[in-house]
């Protein structure tokens, strides 16, 4: 058990990071806001990061996701993908057909989040080809793949023919997920549909979703068109615990999950898009489930949700584990706003 520093609340679900429960990391932003982001600059001070995003109103604008960096000259932007050299935005690694990446072959049926509702369950034998990018333009405290910011180095750069290589009869699906496939959005469209000019496969993405319209628009082409789908990690609902779960703003993710509505309308079964959201304890609590459950059934109710049970790790290793009666409430609140498809994931971890 802790105590809120703010509203002297004791429970299990209040992180030694911040000592600040959930209720007033929303009540109480501008107060505790500067003591959030002084956090994410430390962490990613560690891992030879940006400490936030560069502002630099002579910098290099870069334009792949929506953090808006304006990159001065010889330095890097947030996700540490991409560089101003001499005025002109470069990847880190020398050419945009290589990646900070790396991929294994994944077992069909998987455990990802959309298994439930993806024609993937039924192809045993086969394989996803899951691609893994070290890298992404969220800072989440709670990442379960946080190990990636240890390994964007030579030791996983690969091009896209590289990657070509691994494709086969046998695979069925290609996954890009991460960190994020976002900031190397680039390689993976090139890899994708290079891929799709030999081989009859679905391209899906686990992602945060927050890209910039043009490369959505191309990821969801390729997505609706191959059978695949977009699977989007909707963190939480509210702007202040965004800020410090993800130390970036959620604003622009809600505008790009509703615009790929109209793709998921187009082609509803299979479903093309799908949630998710990781149930970490005191933060993503009743009150930010229940902000995406009405937000997506706005939208489309048939929209599938899965809510993942969280297991500590990360920066927020001394919570708990989710508990069961915190997800099947979750359960219930979304079930009540409308939600057709609703699925608990990572069910196992549940305590």
């Given at each position: 058990?802790?105590?809120?520093?703010?509203?002297?609340?004791?429970?299990?679900?209040?992180?030694?990071?911040?000592?600040?429960?959930?209720?007033?990391?929303?009540?109480?932003?501008?107060?505790?806001?500067?003591?959030?982001?002084?956090?994410?600059?430390?962490?990613?001070?560690?891992?030879?990061?940006?400490?936030?995003?560069?502002?630099?109103?002579?910098?290099?604008?870069?334009?792949?996701?929506?953090?808006?960096?304006?990159?001065?000259?010889?330095?890097?932007?947030?996700?540490?993908?991409?560089?101003?050299?001499?005025?002109?935005?470069?990847?880190?690694?020398?050419?945009?057909?290589?990646?900070?990446?790396?991929?294994?072959?994944?077992?069909?049926?998987?455990?990802?989040?959309?298994?439930?509702?993806?024609?993937?369950?039924?192809?045993?034998?086969?394989?996803?080809?899951?691609?893994?990018?070290?890298?992404?333009?969220?800072?989440?405290?709670?990442c379960?793949?946080?190990?990636?910011?240890?390994?964007?180095?030579?030791?996983?750069?690969?091009?896209?023919?590289?990657l070509?290589?691994?494709?086969?009869?046998?695979?069925?699906?290609?996954?890009?997920?991460?960190g994020?496939?976002?900031?190397?959005?680039?390689?993976?469209?090139?890899?994708?549909?290079?891929?799709?000019?030999?081989?009859?496969?679905?391209?899906?993405?686990?992602?945060?979703?927050?890209?910039?319209?043009?490369?959505?628009?191309?990821?969801?082409?390729?997505?609706?068109?191959?059978?695949?789908c977009?699977?989007?990690?909707?963190?939480?609902?509210?702007?202040?615990?965004?800020?410090?779960?993800?130390?970036?703003?959620?604003?622009?993710q809600?505008?790009?999950?509703?615009?790929?509505?109209?793709?998921?309308?187009?082609?509803?079964?299979?479903?093309?898009?799908?949630?998710?959201?990781?149930?970490?304890?005191?933060?993503v609590?009743?009150?930010?489930?229940?902000?995406?459950?009405?937000?997506?059934?706005?939208?489309?109710?048939?929209?599938?949700?899965?809510?993942?049970?969280?297991?500590?790790?990360?920066?927020?290793?001394?919570?708990?584990?989710?508990?069961?009666?915190?997800?099947?409430?979750?359960?219930?609140?979304?079930?009540?706003?409308?939600?057709?498809?609703?699925?608990?994931g990572?069910?196992?971890?549940?305590?």
């Amino acid at each position: 058990m802790r105590k809120c520093e703010l509203c002297k609340k004791t429970s299990p679900f209040i992180s030694k990071i911040i000592n600040i429960c959930g209720d007033c990391v929303r009540k109480n932003f501008d107060i505790v806001k500067d003591k959030f982001f002084e956090i994410h600059r430390t962490l990613r001070r560690k891992d030879g990061l940006p400490e936030e995003i560069p502002l630099d109103p002579k910098g290099r604008k870069c334009r792949i996701c929506l953090n808006g960096c304006s990159i001065p000259e010889g330095e890097m932007g947030f996700c540490g993908v991409y560089e101003n050299r001499n005025g002109k935005l470069v990847p880190k690694s020398g050419d945009w057909k290589k990646a900070y990446v790396y991929w294994y072959y994944d077992p069909l049926p998987t455990n990802c989040c959309a298994t439930w509702v993806c024609p993937g369950k039924k192809e045993y034998g086969f394989y996803n080809l899951a691609v893994f990018y070290c890298s992404c333009n969220f800072d989440c405290l709670f990442c379960q793949n946080w190990i990636f910011r240890r390994k964007m180095n030579l030791t996983s750069l690969n091009t896209v023919e590289d990657l070509l290589e691994a494709v086969n009869d046998k695979v069925k699906c290609i996954c890009f997920f991460g960190g994020d496939p976002i900031p190397q959005v680039v390689h993976a469209l090139i890899f994708a549909k290079r891929a799709l000019e030999r081989y009859k496969v679905r391209i899906c993405w686990e992602t945060n979703g927050a890209v910039s319209k043009p490369l959505l628009a191309q990821m969801a082409k390729l997505s609706l068109e191959s059978g695949g789908c977009i699977k989007v990690d909707l963190k939480c609902w509210t702007k202040e615990m965004s800020f410090f779960l993800s130390g970036v703003s959620n604003k622009g993710q809600k505008e790009n999950f509703k615009y790929l509505v109209k793709f998921h309308r187009l082609r509803p079964d299979p479903p093309f898009l799908i949630a998710s959201t990781l149930l970490v304890p005191g933060y993503v609590d009743m009150v930010e489930v229940e902000g995406i459950a009405r937000f997506i059934a706005s939208l489309d109710p048939s929209i599938p949700w899965t809510l993942l049970g969280f297991h500590p790790d990360f920066y927020l290793s001394d919570l708990p584990p989710t508990p069961r009666n915190y997800a099947f409430s979750c359960l219930e609140i979304a079930k009540n706003a409308g939600i057709k498809e609703l699925h608990i994931g990572n069910i196992h971890l549940l305590s």
